[in-house]
């Protein structure tokens, strides 16, 4: 089973690793450059970069944490909402970056379905957010086992949900700004958002595989029912 996870560990890296690397270089080689500059077109390069940190790289290890480390519960716990913290910090910065880009160079916000999809993805994601830190990570005084286990796959449908509109927004961002530059003709800077586009799918199919495939979680799974006894003993002391 070790060897299995390893498998599907070492694929699920690659198909976050390879986007990063292939946004930068996209940026770098077709699109100038990154500068946060007041009215400089390359602020809005910054959007790409954050979000895919943000939603393939950060958020996409939060999600596969339950899954993959083997660590108590307890810990995998923290380190899915930090992770999932750090990556809702990373796309408002990408969201910062387009806005103050539309607005310093008169483009209206919010016009395309791209920035729909990306809007609504956001919204879900921080909704998520909030509602696993007050069910999961006693923000709720009395969010006992019974609301944790009603909810839980709630939790787990609206991740895979997340990760799925993160993908539309992510292609068919790439599509729109490949339109926008107009190359003109079919070429590298077009297998490059091709490449980008096919790793973003594989990262979201291997996501979803790891969530439902059956893989067994590397920590008892009789641990989530003790949380609550667990808490109750760290209050007392």
């Known amino acids: 089973m070790m060897s299995k996870h390893l498998a ?21 080689t077709y699109l100038k450059g990154f500068k946060w500059e007041e009215n400089n077109p390359s602020k809005f390069n910054y959007h790409p970069l954050f979000m895919i940190i943000g939603f393939v790289f950060v958020m996409g290890h939060s999600v596969i944490t339950f899954r993959i480390l083997p660590l108590s519960h307890r810990k995998k716990k923290y380190i899915h909402a930090t992770l999932n913290l750090l990556a809702l910090v990373c796309v408002i910065i990408g969201l910062t970056a387009v806005f103050q880009n539309h607005a310093e160079n008169g483009y209206p916000p919010l016009y395309s379905l791209h920035s729909w999809i990306g809007i609504c993805t956001f919204s879900v994601l921080l909704l998520q957010a909030l509602a696993g830190l007050s069910v999961f990570q006693d923000l709720v005084d009395g969010a006992r086992t019974e609301v944790r286990r009603t909810y839980k796959p709630y939790h ?23 339109g926008f530059v107009n190359p003109g003709r079919y ?28 893989l067994e979680k590397n920590s008892d799974e009789g641990e989530y029912d003790r949380i609550p006894e667990e808490t109750s003993n760290l209050r007392s002391q």
């Open 8 to 28: 599907w560990l070492l694929l699920f890296e690659v198909s976050a690793i390879l986007p990063l690397v292939l946004v930068i270089y996209w940026v770098q």
């Open 156 to 178: 787990i449908a609206a991740g895979t949900f997340i990760v799925t509109m993160a993908t539309a927004t992510m292609i068919s961002g790439l599509q729109e700004k490949y």
């Open 187 to 214: 070429g590298a800077h077009a297998m490059v958002i091709l490449f980008l586009g096919v790793c973003i799918m594989v990262w979201a199919g291997t996501i979803i595989f790891i969530l439902h495939s059956g």
